[in-house]
DNA sequence: CTGAAAGCGCTTACAG
DNA sequence: CTGAAAGCGCTTACAG
């Protein structure tokens, strides 16, 4: 490996010449030229540990995923790792595998590496999370959930599920099954809820029943089947279109239509419910953008601009087949 | 934050003990004790930068992923990383966005970045990236592609290809179109066919036809629905889950009914496959498995044990509804 | 504009 | 078992 010392041999000049290019440029032109030439020769690339045990800072942010193989994360994630690349940062993803325990070491993790930065794509924030938060030193955002002492960037949860409740109520639907996340994921479980019951507040007659499963889908094929059993909507509200995906299967393996005998929605807007049949009506968020919108929020903060606590990242409903109209 | 200085000023001994301590150790009990708990007490941690600077080596893996947003990338980088975190090393994902150009500028980034390894969940394998790749220093492993030169894990794809034929053969199809990948991916568009046309070969009166289409499914549909219109086939073996995805869809959107009128078939096992109505036949790769597996590989290669130039994980084939018998 | 020197936080022979 | 010193590759005041 060729180092600064070498070009500045080769260059017949110090050292501190070299690294003066590298960096702010004060220096004359000929040797700028010199300097130039050799290192394209070489092809000598500095050695990032020891730019940045100097400069005790780096250009990395960290980000930690819950979920590596969740279409909303990875389409999130190739969001903040496209405009970082694009302004000269790097992007390290570190995987808490849905452990809020092993989320919070990755934070310690990403600290000792030195990043500029975290960006948290979070599912729940404890108050240990905020306590560790509060004394890092460095700038932390959350994304998907907001909390009035981090910055953040969510969707916008609320206003996306009352849109969703108005359109299933024009449908006429009148007996409606809501199935979420428990209230600890406040995005989904509280606002996504929240807003829909608003809608509904709104009607006269509406039947509805509130439902909640887990992440995982393991457990929402006997939940399903229990709801159509006993309160027998005519449609189900899911929380997210993998909670949709898993209450499908429930449905058709008892021999259901979608969407003639029963309606269905999701939310996300995940890839695959525009591939599957019949195509699922859902409220879709733009995780990529919001990843372009979270690295640019982040470099703010490390930069000291000021910048709003929340952003709210935008949303579409997508009216496909699995909604009938009454 | 506080250095290995401060520790060693606390405790009254010289860094090279506290170093020894954190290194090798050959520190007396009473040292060794002193030292722990100050360390304890101030929450040192040493630094990675100056560590990997002097160690001139860092325990870092870095990862190559060509699409951050797809199930069988995914699920093996998150094999990768638990195996990894097992053994104290750690992952460095950096992704291609499926550009190739792309991949090798993340070569360079990462050998930059003094990674210990490279661990390329490969498609293709040009010769750029051959001459990289040899001259590089340290390992490097790909995944899911091979190479004579380069160690490589690859998944049974031949094996998996020839043992779905057979099933399907079995089920009395006999005019049958393959819709494959380019043959630039080694894996997916030659190993496939061709052990998919090994079973065949075996079998009498086979009206097979081969299609190619695009990673992306954008094109997928217009090309299914010429397949469906001239060929007019009984199933459709698609080559991978991604593209039976996309099949299915153009099939329905023909009002075609799946499995009585068109069988499919898919490659890979992706979780959505048993989600979806009817659920889809496939060939299921372990990529977690593979993952680990690929860790493990790596860190034999790092030490320099001598380890088999190519690993072939498993597969097992997914009998499902989307097959109908003749 | 340029160079010499100190220092970032660690590790590793080398003495003792 | 332990300490002093040199050095990893860079950057940054400080002189000139």
């Known amino acids: 490996m060729t180092t600064i010392s070498d070009i500045a041999k080769l260059a017949g000049v110090a050292k501190s010449t070299v690294s003066r290019y590298l960096n702010e440029g004060s220096v004359s032109e000929a ?18 540990f020891a730019q940045s045990l100097k400069a005790k800072k780096t250009n990395i ?26 302004r000269n940062y790097q992007m390290l993803i570190s995987h808490s595998n849905l452990d809020l325990e092993r989320e919070i070491e990755n934070i310690h993790s990403l600290v000792r590496q030195k990043v500029a930065g975290i960006i948290l794509l979070a599912t729940e924030i404890t108050n240990r999370h905020l306590m560790i938060i509060k004394q890092l030193g460095i700038p932390v955002l959350i994304v998907g959930q907001q909390h ?13 599920a009352y849109e969703l409740g108005k ?30 019951k608003k809608s509904i507040e709104e009607t006269a007659n509406i039947d509805v029943q509130f439902f909640e499963v887990k992440m995982d889908q393991a457990q929402t094929f006997s939940i399903v089947s229990e709801i159509i059993d006993r309160f027998h909507p005519s449609i189900i509200v899911c929380a997210t279109d993998n909670i ?21 929605t999701g939310f996300g807007g995940y890839e695959m419910t525009e591939m599957i049949h019949p195509g699922l009506t859902t409220a879709k ?42």
């Open 148 to 160: 009035e002492e981090i910055p953040s960037l969510i969707h916008n949860d609320y206003d996306a």
């Open 167 to 196: 359109y299933i109520l024009s449908q006429g639907h009148q007996r409606i099954a809501f199935l979420g996340l428990h209230e600890k994921n406040v995005a989904i479980g509280i606002d996504r809820k929240e807003g829909f």
């Open 61 to 86: 942010i960290g980000t930690i995923v819950p979920q590596l193989d969740s279409y909303a994360f990875s389409r999130t994630l190739i969001g903040i790792d496209e405009e970082l690349k694009a």
């Open 31 to 48: 040797t700028k030229r010199k300097i130039q030439h050799i290192i394209k020769e070489t092809g000598y690339t500095p050695n990032a």
């Open 285 to 326: 968020f733009f995780y990529k953008d919001a990843g372009n919108l979270a690295a640019r929020k982040m470099l703010s903060l490390i930069k000291g601009d000021d910048t709003p606590m929340k952003t709210v990242s935008g949303y579409e409903i997508i009216y496909r087949e699995s909604v009938r109209k009454m």
């Open 244 to 264: 949709a995906m898993g209450t499908m299967k429930a449905i058709y393996s008892k021999g259901i239509s979608i969407p003639c005998d029963l309606s269905i």
